[in-house]
Structure formats: C-alpha cells, structure tokens
C-alpha cells in the first residue's frame, strides 16, 4: 500500500538537480535501512507473535458486512462486457453516486463531470499533480509529511518544498507564507494527517484559503489546494472533518475507500474537482488523460461498481477508537508525551530522550517496531500505527516501559 513507501524514506537526493531532500544525517540514513531490514529478522528469529509492529498501516478491522454483500452482487449481475474498457474517468452511473456523495459531505452542486474515478488515493494524487505542475514547479506540503509526497512531486519533475505545522500539528499560516513562491502550483494537505492524526480546524483551512487567494492574485497565477483524504472518516470524539471546497474553490479532493472500507489492496478512490474551479473542463480533461497515460488507464472496473453501492459506508470506527484509547492511555502512563489523534489510526509520540532513530533502535531491542519521525521530516518523533489487534498493543507495554527507563 501508500504507507509501505516509508520503509524507503532516509534520504532522497538528486545529484546534479536536487528536487527535495528529507533532512537526515548519512548516518541515520544507514540506521533506518537497518532498522527495518532488523525488524524481518527479529520476526524470523522470534516468531512473528513474539514481535509487536506498529510500522505500517494496513487496516486489520474488517471490511463492512455490507462490502461482502456488494461485491458478490456486483461479480453474479449479468451484463454485457462487465470487465472490459469503460470510460476513462470510470463508469458514468460510478461517478454518478460518488457526485452525489460529494454533493453532501461537502455541500456543493457535484455533478458526474466533477469526479474521475482513480485507482485509489496515490493513483489520483499522481494524476492531479501531472495534470496541475509543469517539471520545475513547486509542490508545498507540510511537515511531518507522507514521505510519498515527494516521489509523487519528483515523478512529474516537480520540487516538493515543506512548511512546518504548529506544536498542535496544525497548519501554520504564516510558515506556508513563508515558503509560497511563484513558482508554487499546488499545495498539498492532508487531513486526518498521516503521521500525526491531526484533523486541521475549519478557523484555519478558511485562512489557508485566504491567503491562497491573495497569493494568487499577486502571483498572477492559481495556486490549487489539494486535499489528500483517505483517513476523512476515520475520526473520533465527536470530530468533523471540514470541508475544503467551503473554504477554497480552486480546490481538489483526492480520497480512496482503503480505509474507510478496509480494502486498500483493491486501489480504489477518486478524484473530485470544486465545481467552481478555474478552468474547470480543462483540468478534468487533464485529470482524465493522466490517468490513461500514467498508465492505470480507469479505476478497476469491478470495484467501482462495488464502491457505487457503498457511498458513506465504513468500517466499524468504533474498533479505532477503542484502540486509539488503549494505547493512548498505555503510554500515557508510562510517561510518553503526544498529542492524542483526532483521527487516522496513527500516533505521533516524542522520542525520550530526543533522537528519535536512538529510540526505535531502543524500542527494537524490546521487539517493539515503529518508525522514527525523521522519515517524515520530523525529528524528535516516531510514529506508531494501532490498527493492529489489541495482544500487540497491550504486549508491547512492557518493551515500552523498558526502553522509555533506558
């Protein structure tokens, strides 16, 4: 999946024409590649039981009922070239119900010609930033980061450039003012946050939109906001996820259903346009195109029709939740400070002792894995994903304890 691109994030520098670079000294970057390669083999060693990962985040809630249900109606209906060719941005009934579905949650007219269907959230984000950057343009994302960002900036020859977030993990206005130029075509947010499970507030999406506005107008060129959500109803507490077309129209929602329907192998999502934006036909038409040329061609033609059954249906969130709270109130105890997710299925606590590559080594030594902040521009910290069941989170609570005494 997306989030196994970590394992691969030390450093990434370009001789002779540095795109981006993820500030890690050459040591650390040896100590990763280590880490990870470590991690296989205390598993081969110990016994996959015996080792307690938090690295990766591959949702082990089931799928809904109602998914099962779908997909044996979609594989048994009858019809005619069920499995062939479709339109490339995705079957019209598809985009259809999924407009519909964007209509409500984010409170705008979304007709069928504002979607293209993807193959999942890294397929659409990789359509949209070819289809909105010319090679030697500027991508902004905000640190920490989902590393991935940067290869899918570097793959259509654009810089990833990174502007750091508040202690809170939320956006820092005047640090994205900061790293604005003219030469920025896209910024890009992500919200449910992967690493930090930050949900940003509607008070600041509606100032971002502001000054992307402004900026725009004295660039004399669109700055486009692209909002990365596969996490968006993954959320606890009571929390809503603000919409960003409400605060910005030159806007588009890249999603998937991995998380919310826990089928992150089948790489499904879609990409939704404001539709007010500039140049509205345009851009989809260059949407639609890149994802023919960048060669996924359409979204997989039997999980749209499953998905088209499925608008606003999840995953038992509830299960998140009660594992968010027990792992949350574990490390509370024994002294870890965090800020506590408002969504997502990850965590983002501070490394004792401040080196965060030090400390997951500690944490290894207690069969503990988990990944170190600085591959995700944020040192200091590392990030544990507990969508895992609950014997590993509750077995890793002595390792814990012991690498947080050392």
């Known amino acids: 999946g997306r989030d196994q691109g970590i394992v691969k994030a030390e450093k990434v520098k370009h001789l002779g024409n540095k795109k981006?670079?993820?500030?890690?000294?050459?040591?650390?970057?040896?100590?990763i590649r280590r880490m990870f390669e470590a991690g296989d083999e205390l598993?081969?060693?110990?016994?996959?039981?015996?080792?307690?990962?938090?690295?990766?985040?591959?949702?082990?809630?089931?799928?809904?009922?109602?998914?099962?249900?779908?997909?044996?109606?979609?594989?048994?209906?009858?019809?005619?070239?069920?499995h062939g060719y479709m339109p490339n941005a995705g079957y019209p009934h598809v985009r259809k119900?999924?407009?519909?579905?964007?209509?409500?949650?984010?409170?705008?007219?979304?007709?069928?010609?504002?979607?293209?269907?993807t193959e999942g959230?890294?397929?659409?984000?990789n359509a949209v930033i070819k289809a909105l950057v010319d090679p030697g343009e500027e991508v902004l994302a905000m640190i920490p980061f989902f590393v991935e960002y940067g290869f899918y900036a570097d793959n259509h020859g654009a810089t990833l450039t990174l502007a750091p977030t508040t202690a809170q993990f939320d956006l820092d206005i005047d640090a994205i003012e900061k790293k604005l130029t003219p030469n920025t075509s896209v910024v890009i947010i992500n919200s449910p946050n992967n690493p930090t499970g930050a949900v940003y507030p509607a008070r600041t999406l509606n100032a971002l939109g502001e000054l992307l506005e402004r900026k725009s107008r004295e660039y004399g060129r669109t700055i486009y906001l692209v909002s990365d959500e596969p996490y968006t109803a993954i959320v606890y507490d009571g929390v809503k996820v603000p919409s960003v077309f409400a605060h910005y129209r030159n806007s588009v929602v890249v999603t998937s259903y991995s998380k919310d329907l826990s089928i992150?192998?089948?790489?499904?999502?879609?990409?939704?346009?404001?539709?007010?934006?500039?140049?509205?036909d345009n851009l989809v038409g260059g949407i639609v195109l890149c994802n023919r040329i960048l060669g996924f061609v359409n979204a997989p033609a039997l999980m749209q029709r499953v998905v088209a059954k499925l608008q606003g249906e999840t995953v038992n969130i509830g299960e998140y939740a009660r594992k968010r709270d027990l792992i949350c109130d574990g490390l509370a105890k024994l002294g870890y400070e965090f800020v506590r997710p408002a969504g997502t299925f990850y965590l983002m606590p501070e490394a004792p002792g401040g080196d965060d590559v030090e400390f997951v080594q500690s944490l290894q030594e207690e069969l503990v894995l988990a990944v170190p902040g600085s591959g995700f521009g944020l040192p200091g910290h590392f990030r544990l994903s507990f969508c895992v069941d609950d014997r590993t989170i509750k077995g890793a609570m002595d390792g814990f304890e012991r690498a947080m005494a050392k």
């Open 264 to 280: 992150p192998g089948e790489r499904i999502g879609y990409a939704a346009v404001h539709p007010e934006i500039e140049d509205h």
């Open 43 to 82: 598993k081969a060693k110990h016994g996959a039981a015996n080792v307690f990962d938090f690295s990766l985040g591959n949702p082990n809630v089931e799928p809904p009922a109602s998914f099962q249900k779908a997909l044996e109606q979609a594989v048994k209906e009858e019809a005619a070239n069920k």
């Open 97 to 117: 119900a999924v407009a519909e579905f964007v209509s409500a949650r984010h409170e705008v007219s979304a007709g069928t010609e504002d979607i293209v269907m």
């Open 121 to 125: 959230a890294g397929g659409g984000l």
């Open 20 to 31: 981006f670079e993820i500030v890690l000294t050459q040591g650390k970057k040896r100590q």
